[in-house]
């Protein structure tokens, strides 16, 4: 049919328009269909991007090679549009596939709708950032997106404003990228976006956010969630004006296509020229399928909600819109539709298939294994009965083929076959695969893996100056900042003065703002500024000013940091390096241990605990050659102790892992890490005194704790063991002692009860005897290793008190 004259300048061609008009159907038959999928026991949950099809296309339309998105998981029609997901992998996710061809952005590890793009090759190396569209490893936590988008848009300033990064092309083109933020209106609601939006603002970064507003979180209504309802009326303060910088904000209809693509073509110029942070408030959102698959939005929205949905429908608003302004006919548009919905079909079709004979060739192997060897097995009867249970799964998995497996050769224990042999064999290897799909890639598998490098051992001399702690840690620090140009600092207080410890002194005024920064009071925004800085090649080091603080950061840390290269299967990794203090001080609040939760919360990086400054130092040589992300918690009463310069200060590191024996003895090992290493050391001066020698050992490192297992071979010679420890009864004491007497079997050498020495079960009160009374001390320690020799030895050591 011939094309009539528009009324309005078009920015984009008939044939462009025709085309997303198609790509958003077919994203709203994905979605159609996977709901089904998940009713007929296919997948085990979903949640879908219906409703936000139109925007989504508009925003992908400026979405240049270099930018990249920070999303939540309603962003497929995005990612489509961007050539980052087609709808047989999005299929792939739904039904959790393995493969990592089949599902690229976390071979089946993420939730469906939780978006990837791979910016590291098969070996864990960077792949160049510049020539493609880049997401990053969507969260579920709402709002969990916000901090680490701050970090991908701050790198882009860092770029383009430090002239010493222009030559890694391969990550900026001279800060020219846009990070682009998605979130639904109710969870704007989280204090992760009001941070990351005030960070944004006072750090001005090229980042554009947009606001997916349907009106609802899940069946909690507007009214509930913001502030005159409306998020960017919320934000007007935010607003840019002629004397003050800040935000742009913009507001825009769903299912307006033309206001959407001059809307975000207007956002996205600024942001990018300009660095100008903007927020585009998308208003009038429908949800036609409710939330998610765990239930039917008809409980909570009235009819004349539902009647206006259905009417405002953006893809119906946009089918009106194109044969209103005759660029195709009803029956162009219908075939339109139906090729969409073909094509969404078959890509669901292609996906089971791939997925299904997978496990079904499994399936077959092991059945014809299992009924070989149950043919002349005493328990046929009841083998027969495994075989046929497994041949009825509907929708086999491999659970249920290892199930089988398993309770086949529980029946055949008695047996000495060579098919049970061959049963049993065909398990191990198959447990193998599964474990490598399921189990790998908490950690960086790369060469460049921090446990690849070896200790350098401190070197000294006559000449080794004596010198307060603080100022070994200056020196590496002051190298550091030298040897790279990508290598930056930035936290509470870390510019100016140089951190409150003044471990950064001087530096600022040597380097420059934009490598040794300050920022505002913001832990959960400090993280995500380093985790989207590591994303995009950076070499951050981010500073949380007190180890209490880290409970505003945890969650950042521990649902988004610590689990990015597990959950995209090696596909991204963000070295980067959290440094903070803590332990010993006076009062409630700067006084906390909490090692326990740490180590629980945050598998996936390294939790590195160094005595004195040294050893620090020794530890940021070690990170900064490496590309695992590391949280390093300096002795907070440490700063101001003599140390000697190594006088290799700038070569020296420590590998991973590896314990220091502080102290050789005989009669017990001590095991502590941190502050406690000096009160453990004066204690076993005062036992030696005694005639009771114990051998002192410093972890250093949590995790990985104590690789070469020197612990266990100390309690062969032993054969008592004691764990010092500020953290809580129970905290990282009974981690150590986890790893110690079950991993590494060190219960076996054992002649005594372990104990373990902890702070008490509250923070400690104010003042020095606050902190004596609260956590071990001297006396604690000593008379507790005493106790413990003397019920060994009761006549050369008698009861003291």
């Known amino acids: 049919m011939s094309e009539a004259k528009n009324k309005i300048k078009l920015p984009v061609s008939k044939q462009e328009i025709l085309n997303d008009y198609k790509l958003a ?109 880049n997401s990053s490893a969507d969260i579920s936590p709402t709002a969990g997106q916000m901090p680490r988008l701050l970090g991908l848009a701050y790198a882009s300033k860092l770029y383009r404003e430090n002239k010493t990064l222009e030559e890694f092309e391969d990550f900026s083109i001279k800060g020219n990228e846009v990070a682009f933020g998605t979130i639904g209106n109710a969870s704007t609601s989280e204090g992760h976006f009001w941070e990351t939006m005030n960070a944004a603002g006072v750090l001005q970064v090229p980042m554009v956010m947009s606001v997916w507003d349907d009106g609802f979180g899940i069946s909690v209504p507007q009214k509930y969630h913001t502030i005159k309802e409306s998020i960017s009326e919320a934000l007007s303060g935010f607003q840019k004006t002629k004397d003050k910088p800040g935000f742009e904000v913009f507001k825009v209809k769903a299912w307006d ?60 608003k946009m089918r009106e819109w194109i044969q209103s302004e005759k660029m195709a006919s009803a029956d162009e548009l219908d075939q339109i539709e139906k090729e969409a919905k073909q094509a969404a079909k078959q890509a669901k079709d292609n996906a089971w298939k791939a997925y299904s004979s997978e496990i079904k060739k499994d399936v077959e192997e092991v059945l014809n294994l299992i009924d070989k060897a149950g043919i002349s097995s005493s328990k046929k009867s009841e083998i027969t009965k495994i075989t046929d249970e497994l041949r009825k799964e509907l929708n086999p998995e491999k659970s249920h083929i290892v199930r089988a497996c398993k309770k086949t050769l529980r029946l055949l224990r008695n047996d000495q076959s060579s098919d049970k042999q061959t049963l049993h064999s065909w398990l191990d290897e198959k447990s193998a695969i599964y ?56 936290g509470e207080d870390v510019g100016k003065i140089g951190d ?82 803590g332990h010993r001080l006076e009062g409630v609040w700067h006084s906390g241990s909490p090692m326990g939760m740490i180590l629980n919360s945050i598998r996936g990086m390294y939790v590195l605990t160094p005595r004195n400054m040294t050893q620090a130092a020794g530890f940021y040589n070690t990170l900064m050659s490496s590309d695992d992300p590391a949280l390093i918690i300096e002795s907070l009463n440490g700063y101001r102790l003599k140390e000697r310069v190594p006088d290799n200060l700038t070569e020296f590191k420590l590998a991973l892992g590896e314990p220091d024996i502080l102290r050789e003895g005989t009669d017990a090992t001590i095991v502590t890490y ?62 150590i002692m986890q790893q110690i007497l079950e991993r590494d079997n060190g219960y076996f050498y054992l002649d005594s009860k372990p104990l373990t020495i902890t702070g008490k079960n509250h923070r400690p009160a104010y003042g020095s005897d606050g902190d004596y009374f609260s956590k071990p001390n001297v006396e604690e320690v000593f008379d507790k290793v005493y106790n413990l020799i003397s019920e060994v030895n009761p006549d050369n050591y008698p009861t003291l008190y």
């Open 500 to 581: 409150v410890n003044q471990g950064f002194a001087g530096l600022q005024e040597k380097y420059g703002e934009l490598k040794v920064t300050d920022t505002g009071i913001r832990e959960t925004t400090i993280i995500g500024q380093g985790i989207g800085a590591a994303i995009r090649g950076l070499r951050p080091i981010a500073e949380i000013q007190y180890l209490d603080y880290l409970l505003y950061a945890i969650q950042t840390l521990s649902d988004d940091l610590a689990t990015l290269q597990y959950r995209t299967y090696g596909g991204q990794k963000a070295p980067l390096i959290i440094r903070t203090r």
């Open 674 to 735: 941190g502050s406690t290493c000096r009160v453990v050391m004066e204690a076993a001066s005062q036992l030696a005194e005694e005639g009771i020698e114990v051998e002192v050992i410093d972890a250093q490192t949590l995790i990985p704790f104590d690789r070469p297992q020197m612990i266990v071979k100390s309690l062969e010679k032993t054969n008592r063991l004691i764990v010092v420890d500020e953290d809580v009864e129970g905290g990282a004491s009974a981690f």
């Open 25 to 133: 159907v077919e994203s709203r038959e994905a979605s159609l269909i996977g709901r089904k999928e998940v009713f007929m026991g296919k997948a085990k949950f979903g949640i879908f991007g219906d409703g936000k099809e139109l925007p989504q296309i508009a925003m992908a339309k400026y979405f240049q090679n270099g930018d990249w998105r920070s999303g939540y998981y309603r962003d497929q029609t995005f990612m489509m549009a961007i050539g980052q997901l087609n709808t047989q992998q999005f299929f792939a996710q739904l039904y959790a596939h393995t493969d990592v061809e089949a599902d690229p952005a976390s071979a089946g590890r993420m939730m469906n709708g939780h978006f990837a793009t791979r910016y590291l090759n098969s070996k864990g190396e960077w792949l160049t950032q510049t020539d493609k569209k």
């Open 257 to 316: 296509y033309i206001a959407l693509l001059e809307t975000y073509k207007k956002a996205v110029e600024v942001s990018r020229k300009t660095h100008t942070p903007c927020l585009i408030h998308v208003i009038e959102v429908t949800q036609p399928q409710g939330h998610s698959t765990s239930g039917s939005h008809e409980r909570y929205k009235s009819k004349d909600r539902l009647s206006w949905e259905k009417e405002h429908d953006c893809l119906l």
């Open 435 to 490: 474990s490598e799909q399921f189990n790998s890639k908490l950690y960086s598998e790369s060469a460049d893996s921090a446990l690849n490098i070896e200790t350098i051992p401190a070197q000294y001399s006559e000449n080794s100056e004596l010198v307060d702690g603080r100022e070994v840690l200056n020196a590496c620090f002051d190298h550091l900042l030298a040897s790279d140009p990508r290598i930056f600092a930035f």
